[in-house]
């Protein structure tokens, strides 16, 4: 049986196969469901996910030295500091798991981030393949965070505003079934100190890597499956050259091809009618053989009427007698 077709127009494992080896960047506002479509991501492609803001929670609640440091930023909603982030993901991007590629979920949110990371990836020749905007508007982000919901086991990120997962407290996602947490940064305050740093600082980010020509967008507003199709679908490979090329071609073909066959044709033609008008002037002398052949038939039925015309009165003669 054929393999399915999907993004880009390649087989599920094609597609499969080249979406577990891009190195992506998520790149939105906090809230903007970067995180839940990182982890559908790691389900769906095996890719997995880098994610600064996880790495520093856990320093947090190792209360490792890093931990420390970072901790009052994060609380307060800022930034932490970029030799602290950049020295995480040099030191993740070196781990083996990441070498065929990864998703980038948090990291880079300021100009020098992305510059830092890009010196890196210059240095072992594996630039990034795509950054994918999350496109989200604020209301709805206030809405998402307020929701949010994340598994303390597991990871997994919840919402109680989702339609799939109304009110929920428990995680479904493993075995014991831990209670939901929320993020102490999830409330009001924080959060619109998050948005305010998001604008001054991310969000030049899409210029920067629009003229780099890595931006792709993705609708990140309703279902999160929808969301997750949609982010599939922009991460598609750029179909091949050669296929879009192909209608072009395929229109030259079909052009040289009735050429070809008017050039044959011609003389067939040209033949076929000469075959025509010799049948038809055949034909005509023909007819006219024939007609000159039928033409004393036709005089003898007439001389022969007299005849019996003639011989009439005799038999009268013969009655007569
Ligand atoms: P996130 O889970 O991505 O929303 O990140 C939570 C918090 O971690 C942020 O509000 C920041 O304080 C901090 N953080 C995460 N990623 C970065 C980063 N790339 N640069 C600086 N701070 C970060």
Known sequence: MPAARGSGGLTAPA?????????????????????????????????????TGDLLRSAVARGTELGLKAKAAMDAGALVSDDIVIGIIR???GQMDVAGGY???????????????????ALIGQPLDAVVLFNVDYAE???RIAGRRTCPNCGTIFNV??????????????????????????????????LAVYDEQTRPLIEHYRAQGLLRSVDAQGAVDDVTARLVAVLAPPKPAAKRAAPAKRKVAA???????RKVAAPRKRAAKRRSATKRKGAASRK???SRKSAPKRKATRERKPARKSARPRARKRARL
Not at 15 to 40: C, D, E, W
Not at 165 to 188: F, K, M, S, V
């Open 91 to 93: 030191e993740r991007l």
């Open 15 to 51: 597609a499969l196969r080249y979406l577990s080896h891009m190195r992506i960047v998520l790149l939105g506002a906090p809230g903007s469901g970067k995180g839940t479509q990182a982890q559908r991501l790691v389900a769906r492609f095996g890719v997995p996910q880098i994610s």
């Open 288 to 290: 006219s053989t024939a």
């Open 141 to 143: 982000i206030a809405r």
């Open 161 to 194: 505003h989702d339609a799939a997962t109304p009110g929920i407290t428990h995680c479904t996602n493993c075995a014991a079934a831990p209670l939901l947490t929320q993020r102490p940064d999830d409330n009001e305050q924080t959060v619109a100190r998050r």
């Open 103 to 121: 998703i980038l979920d948090g990291f880079p949110r300021n100009l020098a981030q992305a510059r830092s990371l890009a010196s890196m990836l």
């Open 255 to 261: 052009k040289r091809k009735a050429s070809a066959k």
